[in-house]
């Protein structure tokens, strides 16, 4: 499927700057930097358990392997330490797809704005979204794309577990995986809205459909979708990131505490403020690209039909001659498709 629609870098930042005005912009900043934190917070509490529980149940088997094998220590000991690194790692699992929830509503409620369903983005909105959200559908979502990408990426993972001790093979295969990581994120970066447009056909159905179209969606516009992310998303974080994180690097050279702090918490303040931006560009971007594409021709062949998914498909296979059953089958299906 061929799609070289390009959106205009240009006309682009007309658009991003229209929905972000003023007043709208800062509607949004404080829940989105609100939500950012507190599930930031939970995140690296909830991972910091487990992982520091993880720590001792290593230290136990590597340091006192000789007394666990004469029964010195307990296993059950380790098993009490082993227990709540698992605890936390499921809970910091759980942390991290619900904020996904969020940035999804937060995306949907710019969708409304561009749509002129919506005045501008606020809690309310966001609260609406996130409430009537099919949570296990976003999440299916998700983990298919993780997977899919693993998967790209795991043959470049196993040549470097072993031959990674050679420099040059290694760092081919670390710059491997990261382009095809990159690759496959481009392609996955419309699924959530494909999925929002096309939701009442994807009930009984596999959410990777969504993968699917995103990719046909995006073939011809991942360098273009590439670039408007780094011009706009990207850079304008780097640059602050650069300015007073270097700030923040002068203080800890001179050991001035006070620069050290401040530019810290400056570059993250900026990166808060600019949350609104790096959520509404997505969004941005498919609605402006759609215009040019048919959304249906997307998911041709990938739906299975309703009667197949209910079973009616198969009532006439219980009438009919065993020799008969494929082929009435096959002949069914391809005509339900068309």
């Known amino acids: 499927m061929s799609n070289l629609n390009h959106v205009s870098v240009k006309g682009f930042y007309g658009q991003l700057k229209t929905l972000l005005k003023n007043k709208q912009y800062w509607s949004a900043v404080w829940p989105a930097a609100l939500f950012t934190i507190i599930f930031g917070l939970l995140y690296i509490v909830t991972a910091g358990i487990g992982l520091s529980f993880l720590g001792t149940v290593f230290t136990f088997i590597t340091q006192y ?194 620069w050290l702090y401040l530019g810290l918490v400056l570059v993250a303040l900026g990166i808060l403020f600019y949350l609104p931006t790096l959520l509404t560009i997505p969004a941005v971007y498919f609605e402006t690209s759609k215009k040019t594409i048919k959304v249906d021709t997307l998911f041709e062949e990938t739906f299975t039909p309703v009667e197949i998914l209910a079973g009616q498909a198969f009532k006439e296979d219980y009438q009919a001659p065993k020799s008969e059953n494929k082929k009435r089958f096959k002949l069914s299906f391809k005509r339900k498709q068309k």
């Open 65 to 258: 392997m000789m007394y666990i094998m004469y029964g010195l220590i307990s296993p059950i000991y380790i098993l009490m330490y082993l227990i709540p690194s698992v605890v936390g790692f499921v809970a910091a699992f759980f942390v991290l797809y619900w904020y996904t929830f969020i940035l999804v509503s937060f995306m949907y409620s710019y969708q409304d704005v561009l749509r002129e369903e919506s005045d501008h983005v606020t809690v309310a909105t966001i609260w609406k979204h996130f409430r009537h959200l099919r949570k296990n559908q976003i999440l299916r979502i998700s983990l298919y794309q993780q997977l899919f990408t693993f998967l790209w990426i795991l043959p470049f993972e196993i040549i470097n577990l072993i031959w990674g001790s050679n420099a040059y093979i290694s760092g081919a295969m670390n710059v491997l995986i990261l382009l095809v990581a990159l690759w496959k994120t481009l392609q996955y970066a419309q699924s959530y809205f494909l999925y929002r447009e096309k939701q009442p056909a994807f009930v009984g159905q596999s959410m990777r459909h969504a993968l699917t179209g995103s990719k046909r969606y995006m073939y011809g516009l991942k360098f273009n979708y590439l670039w408007i992310e780094l011009l706009y998303g990207c850079l304008p974080v780097a640059v602050w990131s650069a300015i007073f994180g270097g700030l923040a690097y002068y203080g800890a050279y001179t050991a001035t505490d006070v």
